[in-house]
Structures are given as structure tokens and as C-alpha cells.
Nanobody
Framework: QVQLAESGGGLERAGGSMLLSCAAS????????LAWFRQAPGKEREFVAS????????DYADSVKGRFTISRELTNNVMVLQMNSLKPEDTAVYYC??????????????WGQGTQVTVSS
């Protein structure tokens, strides 16, 4: 199985930056892509960005394009989300996810516990 651990969440001002990390461990041969999702209070889970581990190809939600950058560190099995120009609307619990090959934006079978990101106005 695969274990995912998010880190880097916290409090930041609007217009500021924050970096989230997701450390992956376990049977990583089964992982094709990783992604970030987020969920704000009272809202459903929302796709943020994904990356195909080996290529890498990336995909972003329209709401974060031009502000967020997803990347990976191959030697450390770490996925990174660099968040710039933060908005209060970015406030949410951010979850790391991993899964096998799948169509479209993929399917995800492993999830981290989440890390809180709060952006003040």
C-alpha cells in the first residue's frame, strides 16, 4: 500500500505564498499520478492540480492556473505545490492523493490526512 503525508499548511495573508509538500512511501510502483485536492467548509472536495510522476505532465484547475505550480522531487518521492498570489478563497483543507493509470483527470486510491491552509484578507 501507499502512505501519503502532507506538510506545510498554515496561515498566510492574501497575496502571499505558501508551499505544500506530500511525502509518499510504500509500494510506489503502483502510483501513476499524484494530485492535490481541497475542501472548504460547507463545500465539496475540489480538484486542484495533478502530476504524472514519470513524465511529468501536469494539470490544473482553472481557479489556480497561473498561481499554483505542482512539481515532484524524484529522489525523495515528494510532491510539491507552490502556491502564489493566495486568495481567501484558497482557504481549505488540502489533501494529497495518489492513484494508478486512469482516464481523464485520473482516479485516486490513496489519500493523505490533509493539511489546513488559511488565507486571511
Amino acid at each position: 500500500q501507499v502512505q501519503l503525508a502532507e506538510s506545510g499548511g498554515g496561515l498566510e495573508r492574501a497575496g502571499g505564498s505558501m508551499l505544500l509538500s506530500c511525502a509518499a512511501s510504500g509500494r510506489l510502483f503502483s502510483v501513476y499520478r499524484l494530485a492535490w485536492f481541497r475542501q472548504a467548509p460547507g463545500k465539496e472536495r475540489e480538484f486542484v492540480a495533478s502530476i504524472v510522476w514519470d513524465v511529468p505532465t501536469t494539470d490544473y484547475a482553472d481557479s489556480v492556473k497561473g498561481r499554483f505550480t505542482i512539481s515532484r522531487e524524484l529522489t525523495n518521492n515528494v510532491m510539491v505545490l507552490q502556491m502564489n498570489s493566495l486568495k481567501p478563497e484558497d482557504t481549505a483543507v488540502y489533501y494529497c492523493a495518489a492513484g494508478p493509470y486512469g482516464p481523464g483527470r485520473g482516479k485516486y486510491t490513496y489519500w493523505g490526512q490533509g493539511t489546513q491552509v488559511t488565507v486571511s484578507s
